[in-house]
């Protein structure tokens, strides 16, 4: 047995870790060979569920297993570990853009930043998920100077799966059978599903998206606002906002980190622009098609083409991104410098 990863999950007492402890002790994320140890961060507040949730992970039995942490201390939570996956902010309610959290949620980023700076692996890799989750995990790659850049990832993963579903449904074949996708931009109702660079397999053939559901009108049109506005739908539905799909969004985004993604694949993730991609600005997290390579490490995939009708939704989403970044500067310490 390897030695266990040490894995943090933050926001452990709330609705989404409640559904994703349970596939990253299984093996589900990091394999069958794989223990890990568990650091599970919620507020003070809070331990008294979060006992509730460490004793139901015990009595899952799991033997990978290896230990689990609950603390409301981010230097015991963070300390010295593999994996960070932030979870803990306030979700939005019916009416609200992700946007409008950044009042409530950015200063919890810039603190858990600085505590993974401290504490933290330099090695880390930092998974965003908290809304907004891309101006997050860029107000907690500034706070933390000292951990590599690329080392920050948002979760843009359950819009992939949302648009990969929609496609499949549509055309009537499995999920797995519609690949490479893409997210652009924001995980907020400034995104772009882009299928244009897609294939869905039939019989056993790759065919181009467009050419498998045969209604331009409708990829251009509805399938973009459905994806765009489907967390909206789940909270105007649920009343609380997805949480079960948003966990499977983390396990495919957090496997495919740790094992790579097969050739020929690429998944979507938001990372930090170098400048040099697709005319988006530097600096920003914007979610991009990346290649996970074995060591995992990744690249943003080159040299697709881009029409007139993308470019204008990239610019869209990117120009949303700038906005958030502006308005997270005036919740922020003087420090913590965007
Ligand atoms: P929840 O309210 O059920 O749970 C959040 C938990 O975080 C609570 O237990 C809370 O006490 C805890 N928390 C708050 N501040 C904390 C801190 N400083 N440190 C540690 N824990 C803290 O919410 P949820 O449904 O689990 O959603 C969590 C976040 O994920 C929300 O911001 C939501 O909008 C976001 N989300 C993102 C995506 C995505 O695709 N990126 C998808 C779904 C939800
Ligand atoms: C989602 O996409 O479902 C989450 O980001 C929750 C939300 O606020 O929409």
Redesign the pocket.
């Known amino acids: 047995m390897a030695e266990p990863l040490r894995v943090c999950v933050?926001?452990?007492?709330?609705?989404?870790?409640y559904s994703l402890l349970y596939s990253l002790g299984r093996g589900e994320v990091f394999g069958p060979n794989q223990p890990v140890t568990l650091f599970l961060?919620?507020?003070q507040p809070?331990l008294g569920v979060l006992d509730g949730v460490v004793m139901e992970m015990m009595d899952c039995a799991l033997p990978l297993v290896n230990e689990i942490v609950p603390t409301a201390d981010p230097q015991v939570a963070f300390k010295d570990i593999d994996f960070a996956i932030l979870?803990?902010?306030?979700?939005?309610r019916e009416g609200m853009e992700?946007k409008d959290?950044l009042k409530a949620?950015a200063k919890?980023f810039e603190s858990?930043g600085k505590a993974l700076d401290q504490f933290a692996k330099k090695t880390v890799k930092v998974l965003v998920?908290?809304?907004p989750?891309n101006t997050n995990a860029l107000i907690a790659h500034k706070c933390a100077p000292s951990i590599p850049k690329e080392n920050f990832t948002?979760?843009?993963r359950?819009?992939q799966n949302r648009a990969q579903a929609q496609v499949a449904a549509r055309v009537g074949v499995p999920s797995n059978a519609v690949r490479n996708v893409i997210i652009w931009g924001n995980?907020s109702s400034t995104q772009f599903p882009d299928v244009r660079h897609g294939d869905v397999s039939i019989d056993g053939k790759h065919v181009p998206i467009y050419e498998a559901v045969k209604d331009d009108a409708w990829l251009k049109g509805d399938f973009i606002t459905t994806v765009q506005k489907r967390?909206a739908a789940v909270i105007a539905a649920r009343k609380?906002?997805?949480?079960m799909s948003?966990a499977k969004?983390i396990v495919d985004h957090v496997k495919d980190l740790w094992c790579g993604t097969p050739p020929d694949e690429y998944v979507s993730m938001g990372v930090i622009s170098d400048g040099n991609s697709y005319g988006v600005p530097e600096g920003l997290i914007y979610s991009f098609p990346c290649k996970i390579l074995p060591d995992h490490t990744y690249e943003v995939v080159t040299g697709l083409e881009i029409d007139t009708f993308s470019r204008e939704k990239m610019d869209a989403t990117a120009k949303e991104l700038v906005e958030e970044r502006d308005s997270a500067m005036t919740f922020l310490s003087a420090d913590a410098n965007l």
């Open positions: 933050t926001g452990a007492a709330g609705q989404i870790a961060l919620d507020i809070m979870v803990g902010a306030m979700p939005r992700r959290l949620n919890i858990q998920v908290g809304n989750a948002a979760m843009t359950l819009d995980h967390g609380l906002s997805s949480a948003a969004g």
